[in-house]
């Protein structure tokens, strides 16, 4: 079986989407390090991929459902946990947080985490292997990960210093990728 052959789940595709998958895992490692840098070089690195993926799959005839859902898998990693995981850990700090505190936000980075588990199996059950829709609805969970990459740029320099004011936006994003609004898909 060829990198080009539709059955063979090593496909040049899905290969592209286990190199998302292991940008995602080790990016978490570097998180728990505390090489947030690090992390971060890596998860834009697993946002190429997750592009380059979705264009080999259409360009050589290679989009399947096994590929849909391993693509969904790496999204989960890459741009729901992991980002999760990086802005947790940052709004941590040096244990600037009461236990209390920490457990609270914690509680909201799992809300995240499943509001965004919950969008991409929506996701799946709406689409079919090689479509694309004009309009994303509620926000793909790669824009909600760069949303939290913003965030956690603001916690990080200071312009929003209260992680409590952070975590509450953390809530918001995590309502809008199961919302209604309407997102042109690029």
Not at 11 to 23: D, H, M, P, T
Not at 114 to 138: C, H, P, Q, T, W
């Amino acid at each position: 079986m060829g990198l080009f052959e539709k059955e063979n789940r090593f496909n040049a595709a899905n290969l592209i989407s286990f190199g998302n998958i292991a940008a995602g895992i080790i990016a978490i490692y570097f998180i728990v390090k505390g090489d947030f840098f690090t992390a971060i070089v890596l998860a834009w690195i697993a946002g190429a991929l997750d592009i380059a993926d979705g264009k080999v799959a259409r360009k050589y005839h290679l989009s399947t459902e096994f590929g849909v859902q391993l693509d969904s898998f790496a999204d989960f990693l890459s741009f729901v946990v992991m980002p999760s995981f990086l802005l947790f850990y940052a709004l941590r700090g040096d244990g600037e947080l009461s236990a209390l505190g920490e457990v609270l936000i914690g509680a909201i980075f799992i809300y995240y985490i499943i509001s965004g588990l919950r969008r991409l199996i929506e996701f799946n059950l709406k689409v079919d292997a090689g479509e694309v829709e004009k309009y994303f609805e509620g926000v793909p969970t790669p824009l909600g990960a760069i949303l939290l990459w913003v965030l956690y740029l603001l916690f990080s320099y200071g312009v929003i210093a209260n992680p409590y004011l952070i975590a509450a936006l953390v809530i918001v994003i995590a309502w809008a990728l199961n919302s209604k609004l309407r997102i042109r898909h690029p």
